[in-house]
């Protein structure tokens, strides 16, 4: 059985590519909306007969008595056998309608009679096989090729000037039939022929009524005069309230003295009163701070996505997307941020919240891993330093993660080390932005921060290495801690998360578990027991979510039976933490897991973006390591044995490498000599660790013991069998120790 419920059609046909066949045929004997073969028109297939197969279903018999024969009866007689679940007979009509040569005119009427529910619904009828959403998928294709040609629309939008009633009511008809598309062409036409036919136009969008308000105010946007004639009046034709404000900014921002005077008459005519300058930007800005603070532009979907209507100028076009509720109030904020700077040109308030709005729309559409230029901001001017980093400061308060990481991004090219001076005993934003709980804002300051090549030590900067390692610490897997005092149930829960794919570590105390949290990057959920102590898990949970690296993390509380009301009051009072029963198996397990994955941040780094920043991070630590003097010597002291794991993980074995060579220490240069006698590790990279070996040396001198210098010489003497590439490696080591001991 299959689901006959509604459906979302604009997320189905983002999905159609992946759950339908695609092949598209390129003949009419194997596609049903191709050409027909030169030789002449496509045989029309044999229909369906009656046969004496025993069928007493009255309902079969009278389809079959009606003896279909052509796409439109085949098509009926397919949908009636559907509705009855007669799948064997159905695959009868499947089959000719697959067969036949459909034109595309036939396939949007079959589309239109039936609807695209039918179709969807049809492509997921599992008894039907692949036929069924090659049929489906074919008329979706065929119908939208038909809906967009330019060529009949324009024949339409012609015919509404025709002298016959009937003529014009038709193309009126067919425009509607067509939906946005129709509305999209009228838009089209208007921006391509200017004044001619203007107010045919008009009078045909306000026909469309309520549903043409949204591409309306979409289209004040445009830099033709006549397109945003036509939205003003079909705007005021229509009484649309809710694009007051739109026309209100319109109004006071336009050059255009008479066009700006149709836009204020405009209001007029659909709220009886005109707004100052004044009050038109406190229109704007309450309703950039309503989107601010957590409003949205319209009500979403079931999937969370709005119908998000914009102007695109490069194609003197409206564009129609489905976007995520998030991003779509993104780019109305971004929109009326550039309206109020526009209308106050003066405030640096609108021009900060310009910037800002800016940035994080550029994020958005750009993606959120990707690091953003000036180039991907598409405009004019340049924000200064001080703009770029007032938005950091202010999102380090609001806890705004996307702008401030792009203002960060934007720093690292046009900022400096003179940015980390802190000035009158203020926090310098930068250093501030080392201890936030967005990773990504972390990373980018740390790499603008390394990127300025600071020439003296600054405040925070012995945070740097530390911030550095804990991105290094990712595998890319996901990783789930456990705390709880009993090593057995540690124990078994371990297994019931390796049995559903998660990689998992135990502690038995809240001072360990604390301490491993922060140390490893790839902690996708916590789960505590309410047992667990030094700390109780009431000032665990607080340390936890006081610490940046563990803050935004899911926590999961496991109370025994008579702690469960106070768990639940824990979990209510913190952000991102739920309580769950203890699991005893791996289904509960991955139940509860799946819940506290809901609680992360939809934009939770994906496993390659952890190993990506991972890599990043190491190659930081390059540069990093080469300036201890400013940095600090302690920080990668105490992690060297980090360093040296990680020459060993690939991705991150050659700067690794590098950053072992420029610690030097005895244990550093020791790791370096023991990489490079392993003849299962490639040549290359046992070549550069004996590279870096001799950066070490040059550093520090040789720093091995006796001991340690007789183990070299013992691998020397004992290579004899090994490759002759193995051997000189070997041999430039002892050349390189030697040599220092003589200088």
């Given amino acids: 059985m299959f689901y006959r419920g509604g459906q979302n059609l604009k997320r189905w046909l983002f999905l159609v590519p992946l759950i339908l066949c695609p092949a598209i045929f390129v003949g009419a004997q194997d596609d049903p909306f191709g050409v027909k073969d030169d030789d002449g ?136 039939a067509l939906g946005d598309e129709g509305l999209i062409a009228l838009i089209r036409y208007v921006a391509q022929n200017g004044d001619k036919d203007q107010g045919l136009i008009r009078d045909t969008l306000i026909a469309w009524g309520a549903q043409a308000i949204a591409p309306m105010i979409a289209t004040l946007k445009s830099d033709s005069p006549q397109v945003r004639q036509t939205a003003i009046q079909v705007l005021a034709a229509l009484k649309a309230s809710e694009a007051t404000v739109y026309l209100a900014s319109m109004a006071q921002n336009l050059e255009d003295p008479k066009q700006a005077e149709q836009a204020k008459a405009a209001i007029r005519e659909i709220s009886g009163a005109e707004p100052s300058r004044g009050e038109t930007i406190q229109w704007v800005y309450r309703l950039w701070k309503y989107l601010d603070e957590g409003g949205n532009v319209a009500q979403p979907d079931a999937y969370g996505e709005v119908e998000q209507w914009s102007w695109d100028p490069a194609n003197q076009t409206l564009v129609k997307q489905a976007l995520p509720v998030t991003e779509a109030n993104v780019a109305r904020k971004a929109l009326l941020a550039e309206d109020l700077r526009t209308l106050d040109a003066t405030n640096p308030e609108f021009n900060q919240l310009f910037w800002e709005s800016r940035l994080e729309a550029a994020k958005t559409t750009l993606g959120v891993s990707r690091r953003l230029t000036l180039s991907d901001l598409n405009v004019n001017d340049v924000p200064s330093a001080e703009v770029l980093q007032s938005i950091l400061e202010s999102g380090l308060g609001r806890d705004q993660g996307l702008s401030s990481v792009a203002a960060v991004e934007l720093l690292a090219d046009l900022g400096d080390a003179s940015l980390l001076d802190r000035k009158s005993g203020n926090a310098v934003p930068m250093v501030g932005a080392l201890r936030h709980s967005d990773r990504r804002l972390r990373l980018a300051a740390l790499q603008a921060i390394v990127s300025w090549q600071p020439q003296r030590s600054f405040s925070g900067a012995n945070r740097v290495a530390e911030a ?90 496991l109370p025994r039976l008579e702690y469960v009301e106070r768990a639940r009051r824990i979990a209510r009072d913190h952000e991102k933490v739920e309580a769950f029963p203890w699991p005893y198996t791996a289904e509960t397990a991955q139940l509860e897991l799946d819940q506290l994955a809901a609680l992360s941040d939809s934009d939770w780094p994906t496993p390659q973006e952890r190993l990506d920043q991972a890599a990043t991070s190491m190659e930081q630590l390059v540069l990093v390591a080469g300036q201890d003097h400013i940095y600090g010597f302690d920080a990668l002291v105490q992690n060297q044995g980090k360093f040296i794991a990680a020459m060993y993980q690939p991705g991150l074995d050659q700067a690794a490498i590098s950053v072992v060579g420029k610690i030097a220490t005895p244990e550093c240069q020791n790791a370096l000599l023991d990489f490079a006698s392993l003849e299962s590790l490639s040549l290359d990279l046992r070549t550069a660790a004996v590279d870096s070996f001799e950066s070490a040396i040059a550093k520090r001198g040789v720093l091995l013991t006796t001991q340690d210098l007789k183990q070299q010489y013992d691998r020397y003497n004992a290579s004899e069998s090994l490759s002759t590439e193995t051997q000189q490696l070997l041999g430039r080591v002892l050349d390189l120790i030697e040599q220092a001991a003589r200088n």
């Avoid at 046969?51 to 439109?72: F, K, Q």
């Avoid at 799948?87 to 589309?111: G, R, V």
């Avoid at 991105?471 to 998360?497: A, C, M, T």
């Fill in 468 to 557: 550095l390692v804990y991105f290094i610490s990712s595998q890319g897997q996901p990783r789930v801690l456990i705390g709880h005092p009993g090593q057995r149930k540690n124990r078994d829960l371990v297994g019931l998360l390796n049995e559903i794919g998660y990689e998992a570590d135990s502690a038995q105390n809240g001072r360990d578990l604390f301490f491993k949290a922060r140390q490893h990057a790839d902690y996708q959920a916590i789960l505590i027991s309410d047992a667990v102590d030094s700390p109780e898990i009431l000032e665990l949970v607080q340390q936890l979510r006081k610490d940046p690296r563990t803050a935004k993390i899911p926590i999961g509380l």
């Fill in 41 to 176: 028109p496509a045989a029309t297939p044999a229909s369906p007969k009656a046969t004496d197969d025993g069928e007493d279903d009255p309902i079969v018999l009278a389809v079959r008595d009606s003896n279909p024969s052509d796409p439109t009866s085949w098509f009926r007689a397919l949908k009636l056998m559907v509705d009855i679940e007669r799948y064997d007979e159905a695959a009868k009509y499947l089959n000719a309608l697959n067969n036949a040569a459909l034109s595309d005119e036939s396939a949007f009427d079959l589309q239109r009679q039936y609807g695209t529910g039918f179709l969807i619904e049809l492509s997921q009828i599992e008894e039907l096989g692949e036929d069924a959403p090659r049929l489906a998928r074919g008329i979706i294709d065929a119908a939208q090729r038909y809906s967009r040609d330019a060529v009949r629309v324009n024949t339409l939008i012609i015919q509404l000037k025709d002298l016959s009633i009937q003529k014009r009511t038709e193309a009126l008809q067919e425009l509607r």
